[in-house]
Each structure stands twice: as structure tokens, then as C-alpha cells.
């Protein structure tokens, strides 16, 4: 009879609380990582639209100036004339003919020197990244 009462088979309760705060820290540290790692792929996913948006406006911006003469190319005040075509900032949205390009543009500048034809864009990520890109079009003269 003594022998069982002496017998110890069982998990105490400062066991069990010891278990279970190894296992809420690892669990915490576990979630940081992840937690991290997810915020990360999303920055860098808003990095990713927001190069591609500006290198879509300077693509067709090239294409556009290449197609027309030289003299058929005007800056204007807040964008670029190029043949019929009018790209024109208007707040943070640039439009083409009136119609809108692309929006969250923080600065869309055109300068014009002899045959060249230099464009910066800026634009604003949604994690406070702002993405800018200089092109540069040298237009030659037949």
C-alpha cells in the first residue's frame, strides 16, 4: 500500500506551465519570422508593380518619340507633346489625350536639349517606396 502512494507516474503543475511558456515563445519567435518574411515579399512585390508601371509609361514614351520627327516634339509646362499625342500630368494621375496613363506619379519631368529627350518619373509605392527611373532618347537626325 505504501508503494503507490509513493509512486510517481505524473506531470506536475509547474511542468505543464514550463511546457506551455517553451511553447508560446517558440510559437512567438516562429510568427515574428513569418510574420517578417510576409511583409518583406509584399514590399518587394510593391517594388516590383511600381518599376513595371514606370517602365510601361517609358516604353511607350519611346516608342511614341521615335515614331515622330524631332520638330513635331514639344515640352509643355506639365508633360510632353509628341505628334498628336499629349502627355500632361494632372495632380498625381498622367494622362494621355485626356485619358488616364497611370496614377500615383509624384513627378513626371520632359526635358529637351538639341536631339536629346530626357524623361524622369517618380512614382510613390504604398510602403513609402518611391520609384525612380531616368531615361534617356537620343534622337537621330537623317
Do not use: C, P
Not at 16 to 44: H, W, Y
Not at 96 to 115: A, E, H, M, P, Q
Amino acid at each position: 500500500m505504501k508503494k503507490d502512494l509513493f509512486n510517481k507516474k505524473g506531470v506536475t503543475l509547474i511542468e505543464i506551465i514550463v511546457v506551455i511558456a517553451i511553447i508560446s515563445i517558440v510559437f512567438t519567435l516562429g510568427f515574428s519570422f513569418f510574420s517578417m518574411f510576409i511583409n518583406s515579399f509584399f514590399k518587394q512585390a510593391d517594388i516590383i508593380d511600381s518599376q513595371r508601371a514606370v517602365n510601361g509609361i517609358i516604353r511607350e514614351l519611346d516608342r511614341e518619340i521615335r515614331r515622330v520627327d524631332i520638330n513635331d516634339i514639344s515640352i509643355l509646362d506639365n508633360g510632353i507633346s509628341v505628334g498628336s499625342l499629349d502627355y500632361k500630368m494632372q495632380g498625381d494621375t498622367l494622362l494621355k489625350n485626356g485619358s488616364i496613363l497611370n496614377r500615383g506619379i509624384t513627378d513626371f519631368f520632359v526635358t529637351k536639349v538639341g536631339n536629346k529627350i530626357t524623361i524622369n518619373i517618380t512614382i510613390d509605392g504604398k510602403h513609402e517606396n518611391s520609384i525612380n527611373m531616368e531615361h534617356v532618347i537620343y534622337i537621330r537626325e537623317w
